[in-house]
């Protein structure tokens, strides 16, 4: 062993890299207690990257019931990495989240204002983050995913520390699910918690913004629900097609404290000598008051299970540590819970919009900017290194555009300044800038703001119903301002090789003026040769997708604006190699941007809508599938014309020549399946096909005729390395829905300690629990999804070593969840028969190994 390990110490570091990355984490824990010399090589991979989740526990001590968000597991790695530089300097990348899933995009993150005020508010913690964070010399990414706002708070504002000692900047910033204005605020003039008031942001290269609030949406106005640690539970989405309880309040029952917090104080002072009535009581003198008035205290009873449950904490960890560990957590320990309260609390004022903060004896507003400007500030000061910004479904909409009110007013200039901060910024090297606004109206673009064209004032199709403000530009200066605002910006970002831009706002519903035709037609010039990624969508509409927006269509002027983008700017592309195209857009759109990108080598395709993006396999109103659906399921879907899909679905499709002239045709006439349509323009460049969209998709275990000739170009993908296909799995069995059946299934057979197998015996030939087995089995979808995907692949495909990566996507779950079987279809032998050669799944997306995979794939990040 001893020769072994001595010969590992003579390799070259870049070899010794090589070995010890393919080993694993479990493999580098066993060989880190070999030898000194191995602790050491191991660490640097160990804590290369840095996770820290909550986790829920039950209580049963000092009147708490349970901690949905016990910060045990977290507090245990800042206590190290706080104490052990030697291991916080091979931290490079630093990821917190929450342990719960994020909230649903559609249903509860428009209603969730993502400010919890008592999730991580202990200043032990606080504290032990700012220490850990300041060790982290090689830190080169920071991700917080649905964080606990004090926690992200002390992670971005030590990460971005001015006078941190780092041997880099800080090269990426995600941001997801999480409020930004405290922790992105620069500069402060004091903070509660003693974090650093000085940011410093130069070095970012990737910033990401993603589903989080750049203002507060009308959704969170009216019913918000905050996340929290208390004994109140409600019912939300587990991410996995059902629900779970967890503790949470209403918003106002942190809004309100402020209010009731003042009158307490006031009862407090008058007990008093006369002479001291009129002044505030200082925190010494809080401390000397009654126990039993503290608790009285409104905000010591909203921090009631978090003071008491923190206390418990520490108390469980106190054995486990060192003397010098102690030291450091009793640096920033406050034993008043009244005080503890009250440096968590964050104030009432979610976006605050002018004017000095509130501040109430003592109760700061910890949000001193408002989050759009918050983030317009920091891109500000990385504008010299930036080559990558993403704004993914980011809520810009304010809750209130009432000209009649002056907040109104000042809420709906707000909105105007962050399109013309944002937009007034410039990045020398921008290589992806990516606005995507598809989920909800709160998430759109100003209206009346064109990528290349003219700001116009709003149609009245692109405000929401009963919204009447006016002009959109109130004034001169603002309509001056917005004119040409994006066209300048694409002017002064010449090197773009990755663009996502809501498909109807490239360009105005009219002709484009003559005064900027030569201007546009530069940038279009640039990008057709430059642009290599291009992602377009539209909001998501109605419960189907249509095949094609006729002239009495609900918004015309939408229609023919995203008209004019396919043949405006799609047709004028030349190098795109992927094309991502969602929401609620027509197929006949879809197909002709497709045809419109005929000069380009296209290596991606995606397209994701409601419906199946391929053609309708359930007939018209689901009738061909109708005893396995639902009512809401089958609404709303139109017939496809059956004849011409066995006409062209089953012919080889014929190339589109060199001398092929693109000319739009929209309409769904009597045609070609959409698949057939993109082969005869890109089968000889695809390498990834990905079609999501569940209504009428092929079901699995019962195709109808038609998806034969709907999926039968597949076949002349010849290069197609991946495949990824919403199919409908039918889950009725003696006519009652078992979903949730399915699902606890499926969990229970990837899970090592679960008992829960389904037994099958002969005894019992048929019933549920074979239905299960048979069916539904993992082993079982892997072989159906090998024999029904298997006969469309093209046979060159799936010869090549490792055959082609097939993800069959399934919507499973009384509230929607979303699981996904992957595997590999390869030959068996040469001239063989299809067979899967290894399979994953089913997978949620919030499934450890499908989470990581997909955040570590992002592309342009």
């Not at 708070?153 to 997801?176: C, G, M, T, V, Y």
């Not at 008491?308 to 320990?333: C, F, G, M, W």
């Not at 109760?363 to 990558?388: D, F, G, W, Y």
């Not at 397209?607 to 599938?625: A, F, H």
């Amino acid at each position: 062993m001893a020769t072994k390990f001595q010969l590992l110490q003579q390799l070259p570091e870049e070899l010794l890299q090589e070995v010890l990355d393919s080993v694993g984490s479990a493999g580098l824990r066993r060989f880190q207690f070999t030898s000194r010399w191995c602790y050491e090589k191991a660490a640097e991979w160990l804590w290369r990257e840095v996770e820290l989740v909550d986790c829920p526990t039950e209580r049963n001590e000092r009147g708490v019931e349970r901690d949905d968000h016990d910060d045990t597991p977290i507090v245990k790695k800042l206590v190290l990495l706080a104490t052990r530089p030697d291991l916080a300097c091979h931290v490079q990348v630093l990821t917190h989240r929450c342990h719960l899933p994020s909230p649903a995009i559609f249903f509860e993150l428009p209603r969730c204002p993502l400010s919890s005020q008592t999730l991580t508010t202990d200043p032990r913690t606080i504290r032990l983050a700012e220490l850990a964070v300041g060790n982290m010399t090689h830190l080169s990414t920071l991700r917080i995913i649905f964080g606990h706002p004090s926690l992200n708070d002390a992670l971005i504002r030590s990460a971005f520390n001015r006078h941190r000692q780092k041997n880099h900047p800080l090269k990426r910033l995600w941001l997801e699910c999480c409020r930004i204005s405290a922790g992105l605020c620069t500069p402060l003039a004091e903070h509660p918690y003693g974090l650093p008031l000085e940011l410093d942001f130069a070095g970012l290269e990737s910033v990401r913004f993603r589903r989080l609030p750049f203002s507060v949406p009308a959704e969170q106005a009216h019913h918000p629900e905050l996340y929290a640690r208390s004994n109140q539970l409600w019912d939300v989405r587990d991410g996995r097609g059902g629900q779970y309880s967890t503790t949470m309040h209403r918003s106002f029952e942190e809004s309100i404290v402020e209010e009731s917090h003042e009158i307490w104080l006031h009862t407090a002072m008058a007990e008093r000598p006369n002479d001291n009535r009129t002044c505030e009581p200082s925190r010494e003198e809080l401390k000397r008051w009654p126990h039993q008035f503290h608790e009285s205290s409104p905000l010591q009873q909203l921090y009631f299970v978090a003071n008491h449950s923190d206390d418990l904490i520490y108390e469980s960890l106190d054995s486990q540590l060192t003397p010098n560990e102690k030291a450091v957590i009793a640096e920033r320990h406050v034993l008043s819970h009244l005080q503890r309260s009250v440096l968590a609390y964050r104030g009432s004022q979610l976006d605050p919009l002018a004017g000095p903060p509130h501040n109430i004896h003592g109760v700061a507003q910890r949000e001193k900017i408002p989050s759009s400007l918050a983030a317009t500030n920091m891109l500000a000061h990385c504008t010299q290194t930036l080559t990558s910004l993403s704004l993914d479904w980011v809520f810009t909409m304010p809750a209130e555009l009432d000209h009649t009110v002056l907040k109104g007013r000042m809420e709906h200039d707000r909105w105007i300044g962050l399109f013309i901060d944002l937009f007034s910024l410039r990045f020398p090297h921008l290589r992806a800038f990516q606005f995507r606004n598809a989920l909800v109206m709160e998430t759109r673009v100003l209206p009346g703001l064109y990528l290349l064209d003219h700001a116009r004032s709003p149609a009245p199709s692109d405000l929401m119903p009963d919204e009447d403000i006016g002009d959109f530009a109130r004034t001169a200066h603002q309509q001056a301002q917005l004119d040409t605002l994006c066209l300048c910006f694409m002017e002064a970002h010449p090197k773009l090789q990755c663009l996502a831009w809501p498909m109807d706002r490239f360009f105005a519903d009219d002709a484009l003026p003559s005064a900027i035709d030569a201007r546009v037609e530069a940038v279009l010039e640039n990008l057709s040769r430059n642009l290599i990624d291009l992602r377009v969508e539209d909001l998501y509409d109605g419960v189907s997708d249509l095949q094609s927006e006729n002239d009495q269509g609900p918004e015309p002027a939408s229609r023919d604006r995203r008209r004019r983008f396919i043949s405006g700017f799609a047709a004028k592309m030349k190098s795109v190699e992927s094309i991502k195209i969602e929401g609620g857009i027509p197929r006949d759109e879809r197909r002709e941007t497709l045809r419109a990108l005929h000069a380009c080598p296209l290596k991606k395709i995606v397209m994701i809508g409601t419906s199946c993006p391929l053609g309708n396999t359930w007939g018209v109103d689901g009738k061909d599938l109708s005893e396995s659906l639902s009512p809401d399921e089958s609404e709303a879907l139109e017939a496809e014309f059956t004849d011409a899909m066995w006409r062209y679905g089953t012919e080889k499709p014929e190339p589109a020549g060199s001398d092929f002239r693109f000319q739009a045709s929209y309409g769904w006439p009597p045609s070609p399946p959409m698949l057939h349509t993109l082969a005869s323009f890109h089968a000889a460049t695809v390498t990834e096909l990905k079609f999501c969209g569940y209504k009428g998709a092929p079901a699995l275990l019962s195709p109808t005729p038609i998806t034969i000739p709907m999926l039968a170009a597949l076949k002349h993908f010849t290069n197609l390395r991946t495949c990824v296909l919403s199919l409908w799995l039918c889950t009725r069995f003696e006519d009652e829905a078992r979903d949730m059946e399915i699902i606890d299934y499926w969990l229970n057979t990837r899970s090592p300690s679960s008992k829960a197998l389904v037994r099958v015996t002969d005894d019992e030939p048929v019933g549920w629990e074979k239905e299960l087995r048979e069916k539904y089995a993992p082993d079982a979808l892997a072989r159906r999804i090998t024999g029904f995907i298997g006969p469309f692949l093209s046979e060159e495909a799936k010869g090549r070593e490792g055959g082609v990566h097939v993800r069959g996507s399934f919507c499973v779950g009384d509230w929607g969840g979303i699981f996904d079987v992957d595997l590999r279809i390869g030959k068996e032998g040469k001239g063989g028969g299809d067979v899967c050669l290894g399979f994953l799944g089913p997978r949620e997306e919030l499934e450890t190994g499908r989470r990581v995979e997909k955040l570590e794939g992002r592309r342009w990040f």
